[in-house]
């Protein structure tokens, strides 16, 4: 209890509110979160500006903390440092029923013994509003989330996809100024789950609701999030804009984590260059990195460049393919260059490159590397985690 | 926010009001705390400490235990009582595993009567068994010659009825444990060409081993601990449980009881602790993508557990059908006629048919109270987060039970509700401390049916319901306990049999107007009307026997109607 004291005062109002750019505060504040089970320390010293309105997703794989950040916002898991606010309000220490949100979990936890209509009514109906009032409500709201029709059913006679649709209305229903989604598609089919994410987006923004939605779906959180939260082992890895996520990842597990990426153990040389082997290749932004120090370069497997590549071209060498998988609209190659095994990486062909170069397996390309798409990630970074 | 549809209804704060929920949960968690403490743990504790003074108060450590070990005769009830417990074990192991066997492994018809038929003696006193093998050995039996000059009266006897009386939760324990079974075991070892027995070896009976040793563990125990059936058929072979009967209403020693008492709790608290560890050993015994075993049929195989079933539960309902019939007897064994005579209970006690309606009172007192109670202890345990050392202490206190043997648990009251210090002796002789002591006796169960409905359902509606800002006595009301109402009739079903059954934890509560019927059933036994004694037990067994397919009808009939969200 004292360490959360002494957060009040001290780090946490150092801090110069990055997120917060302009006049408006961040509807939700997160400082110093701290929570540990035991000896395993599930979420440390996680800092967080969530602005009005933003669609924000925590992404991460299963354990890495983004569901216990989740519950500790809705006041369900209380964390052992750290403050966090809402609209302005520090609620800390403010059990869940005193904190604005809505709620949907994977399990729906739709009340099986109560109709459709009397789910989505539950929260309503506590705050002793006319009948009439809320029986308008939870109509609105019913057609809302497109179920107009299905009042007066039962949970167990609705699908999964509109089980959470329900659970969905059921957590819009009292206007919260917060809207939480506990990996809400992660029980559907995949169709469903599809169609499903499309609908919530559009909600999201037509009702302008701030939400967090945790996910371990890397797809789910691109598509869908103004701003993406990639945590791993209880600490954020980087926060940004989808794109800038997938762009530009901050760290070799950002970047395995978010689509997919080839690795190659390098060392650094003069500037704008690294050696992978004996082969040297140009990259943009090692200028820190002092000769001889191991780095690790990643590239996207889309981003290898085979067609009219020329041999004066930067990063240009003679590759084998030494095995193709197919995976529908694409094979990905195993790529190894001829004059130098350890230079070894993954790229993706669409089927049209495929059939215009004839690529094989056992066959010969010459493929290109442009410095632009090569990312250079010091390894004392890893080290660190 | 341009939210919604301008239905303004975060716009108003959250009201700062005195009964918050986390008060009133951790209200709650401390109130069953204090009610289990001192109707649990202080018992216990006084039981313990009035073994280590003398018959003055005065501390005198280990001397009533000296004493004890120094006393032939006690030492003898001591090895009476392993005996007949051993034996008891061996003999019921074995007939309930091959009658399990048939129920969950074989194709044999009318599984569901032969499991009905198990079940039976739940219904029963145990002295009701005891009552039927006077009837069919004893000195006017009519099969006393099977017995070859030996009397029924003693081991013989009490083991016969301990058979009887033990087979229903030996049965139970071990279709459980059966049931559990992976059929790609089955279909692995046919496919690597096993023969019948050993796959029976190497794979049935391993799985089923720790079904085995738990059935073996609560049978003993209940042998071990039971009091009626020595009491009516013992004869001279003192065992604990009379023991301790004679030394505290008989003798008025009070250190000695409750030395005897402690001794009774060792074989008890010993099975309580194997039965855990086994428990938990178990969880990762069946894999969730285990495949259901579902026996193919084997007409020799299934003839014979048939004829297994036919033997054992025929004996079983003959046993039960020998009381019942006794009691319509005009005069057993020569004046075969029958009558209601026997069940002209003022002929035979003072109290007539009080003792019934006491029953009947205590029963329904126990279920009506006792069901709540234990519902919302299971429910604070689980289902709340606040006051986590109040639930730790609760959770441990509500599984203490199940290791405490009713003569224990009732030597514990007289004398915790005796003391003269305590405001609640004024509880004495009255039905409350009846009602109290039988709801404490059967706690566990019920608290354990209660937690595993409970597990059952989503965790997060709790979380949900604090969101939409709902106090959690509401959501317990609308959606908890109407998922649980199967559940919860179970526990008042159970409670309800239980409390009209038992003998050996009212034995030494009841006062003057609460004689209970399974106690007027003793009495009338030692006075010599065995006729009306059974006359009684009659009327037990078919009051739970009512009771039970009442709770069936209405599970059927009501609840198929009430609950038609249960079904797609």
Known sequence: MTTTFRFETAPGEAITLAGGAGPAAPFLRVRGLTRRFGSFTALSGIDLDVARGEFVCFLGPSGCGKTTLLRAIAGLDRQDEGRIEIGGRDVSLAPPAERDFGIVFQSYALFPNLTVRDNIAYGLVNRRRPRA????????????????????????????????????????????????????????????????????????RRLGVTTIMVTHDQEEALAMADRIVVMNHGVIEQTGAPEEIYRRPASPFVADFVGSMSFLEAVAADAGRVRVGKRQLRVEGNAELAPGAPVRLGLRPEEVRVRGVRAEDANAFEATVTDLEFLGPFCRARLVAREEPALCLLADFSANLMRDMAIERGGVLRVALPPEILRVFPRRAEAAR | MSATTGFALSARPAPRRLLTEERVATGLVALLCLGLVAAIALPLWMLLSKSFLDTEGRFIGLANYARYFATPALVQSLLNSLFVAALSTAIVIPIAFFYAYALTRSRIPAKGLFYALALLPIFAPSLLPALSFIYIFGNQGFLKELLFGASIYGPIGIVMAQVFYCLPHATMILVAALSLADGRLYEAAEALGASRWRVFRTVTLPGARYGLVSAAVVVFTLVVTDFGIPKVIGGQFGVLATDAYKQVVGQQNFGMGAVVGMVLLVPAVLAFVVDRVLRRRQVALLSARAVPYSPQPHRRRDLALLAC????????????????????????????????????????????????????????????????????????????????????????????????????????????????????????????????????????????????????????????????????????RRVTVPICMPAILDIAVYLFVNALTTVSAVIFLYGPGTNLASIAIVHMDEAGAIAAAAAMATCIVATAIGAKLLHLLLDRLLFGRLQRWRAR
Not at chain 2, 386 to 406: E, K, N, S, T, Y
Not at chain 2, 423 to 438: A, D, E, Q
Request: hydrophobic fraction near 50%; glycine fraction near 8%; aromatic fraction near 10%.
């Open chain 1, 133 to 204: 009032e809320i029986a308008a409500r939870v109509t609105e709201l019913l057609a809302l989330v497109g179920l107009p029709e299905q009042g007066d059913k039962y949970p167990v006679q609705l699908s999964g996809g509109q089980q959470q649709r329900v659970a969905l209305a059921r957590a819009l229903a009292t206007s919260p100024g917060l809207l939480l989604l506990d990996e809400p598609l992660s029980a559907l089919d995949a169709r469903v789950r599809l169609h499903l994410r499309e609908e919530i987006r559009a909600l999201q």
């Open chain 2, 309 to 476: 079933c036919i033997v054992v539960g025929g004996l079983v309902a003959c046993v039960l059908g020998v009381a019942v019939w006794a009691s319509f007897i005009r005069y057993w064994p020569y004046n075969l006629s029958l009558t209601l005579a026997n069940y002209n209970f003022p002929e035979f006690d003072s109290n007539g048919w009080q003792p019934y309606f006491n029953s009947l009172l205590m029963a329904s007192l126990t279920a009506l109270l006792g069901t709540p109670v234990a519902f919302l202890g299971a429910y604070l345990v689980e289902k709340v987060k606040a006051a986590p050392l109040g639930r730790a202490i609760v959770q441990f206190l509500a599984l203490l039970p199940m290791a405490v043997p009713g003569l224990v648990l009732g030597l514990g009251y007289v004398f915790f509700f005796n003391a003269p210090w305590n405001p609640l002796g004024l509880l004495y002789g009255t039905i409350g401390i009846l009602v109290l002591n039988t709801l404490v006796h059967f706690y566990t169960v019920a608290h354990i049916t209660a937690s595993t409905a409970l597990r059952q359902i989503d965790g997060e509606f709790e979380a949900v319901s604090a969101s939409l800002k709902v106090p959690f006595w509401v959501t317990l």
